[in-house]
């Protein structure tokens, strides 16, 4: 499937490091989407936003930091994040998000260490 | 807390026989969707009901929409090895803020 690519597919981060997550959609969807999927967790859906506005932060601590530059790539920068931050990070595109299903990318399996 | 239920959380079952997750939300739901994640990837949008009432097949599995568009369930008959995997639920509630309500997901286990 190539419609939602998301790299890198895994990452190791101490700490202190600072990293980014890229997502493309190739869908030409006006949404996007960060999930993210813990063990034995509901997917929790972190940002949204809507032809590359954020039109939601559902309360994620301030270490993501989303960025959309145009409707196709979503990036998430990560800084200083915690050994709980470990996890399967979705990115997912949708052509109207009141009412369409979202697509998904392969995911970035995070550890940080 | 959570808005969509879905129950059971895990199934074992033997291959060829049925299996059933249930999906139930506290509150009327504009639409279902079901997807499937299959160990190790990431989850696959299968179909959606939008009308009350509404049932889709494909295949050996087939999708229910309750008549109060409040709950949905996914039926898969004579289960094969290759159903494993884990199978979410999820609704929009028909805000605008376009939020989609995921369930916690059935983790399928088929032994052969």
């Known amino acids: 499937e190539t419609g939602v690519t998301q790299t890198p597919r895994h990452l190791v981060m101490g700490m202190t490091n600072k990293k980014s997550l890229k997502c493309e959609q190739h869908l030409g969807h006006n949404a996007m989407y960060w999930y993210k999927q813990s063990a034995k967790k509901p997917l929790e859906l972190m940002f949204v936003?809507?032809?590359?506005?954020?039109?939601e932060n559902n309360s994620v601590p301030s270490r993501f930091s989303p960025e959309c530059p145009n409707s196709s790539h979503l990036f998430l920068h990560l800084h200083t994040l915690q050994p709980e931050d470990s996890a399967l990070y979705l990115c997912?595109?949708?052509?109207?998000?009141?009412?369409?299903?979202?697509?998904f990318g392969q995911g970035t399996r995070l550890t940080v260490v | 807390g959570q808005q969509v239920m879905q129950i059971p959380q895990y199934q074992h079952v033997q291959e060829g026989e049925d299996f059933t997750t249930y999906c139930n939300s506290s509150t009327t739901l504009s639409n279902i969707q079901w997807y499937k994640q299959r160990p190790g990837g990431h989850p696959v949008f299968l179909i959606q009901?939008?009308?009350?009432?509404e049932v889709k097949k494909q295949k050996r599995l087939t999708f229910q929409f309750g008549e109060a568009k409040k709950n949905s369930s996914l039926h898969i008959t004579a289960t094969q090895t290759t159903d494993v995997g884990t199978y979410f639920c999820a609704g929009h509630r028909g805000s605008t803020l376009g939020r989609l309500y995921f369930g916690r997901g059935t983790q399928l286990t088929v032994w052969p």
């Open positions: 936003y809507s032809l590359e506005e954020r039109v």
């Open positions: 009901l939008v009308k009350s009432g």
């Open positions: 997912a595109s949708s052509q109207d998000r009141t009412v369409d299903p979202a697509f």
